[in-house]
């Protein structure tokens, strides 16, 4: 499974983005799909997960309430729409897919991950 991530660029703090991540495969459809970031010198962090049928979801303390993920089934892959977009969004955005249908907030959980998109927040 490939997946593929886009819709990172440069947003003025306040604004929104919305990114979007394609799967080359069905097999991603049966299986929950996250969004973890990585701002420059930090570790990869969580900040969504969504599960198999799209039903359940789970955020991060730093984005609920700002950031909204869904299923897109046209592509088999998941679009994280955020909002209220601040400086500390600043990182690559990456999209990937959990070993189960339920996911987690646990990197080593997903098995799958696409190359990342670029989110930047000016102040």
């Known amino acids: 499974v490939q997946l593929q991530a886009s819709g990172g660029g440069l947003v003025q703090a306040g604004g929104s983005l919305r990114l979007s991540c394609a799967a080359s495969?069905?097999?991603?459809?049966?299986?929950?799909m996250a969004w973890f970031r990585q701002a420059p010198g930090k570790a990869r962090e969580f900040v969504a997960t969504i599960s198999w049928n799209g039903r359940t979801t789970y955020y991060a303390d730093s984005v609920k309430g700002r950031f909204t993920i869904s299923r897109d089934r046209a592509n088999s892959g998941v679009t994280l729409q955020m909002n209220s977009l601040e400086p500390e969004d600043t990182a690559i955005y990456y999209c990937a897919t959990s070993r189960s249908s339920y996911g987690s907030s646990d990197y080593a959980d997903y098995l799958y991950w696409g190359q990342g998109t670029l989110v930047t927040v000016s102040s």
């Open positions: 495969r069905r097999t991603s459809s049966n299986n929950a």
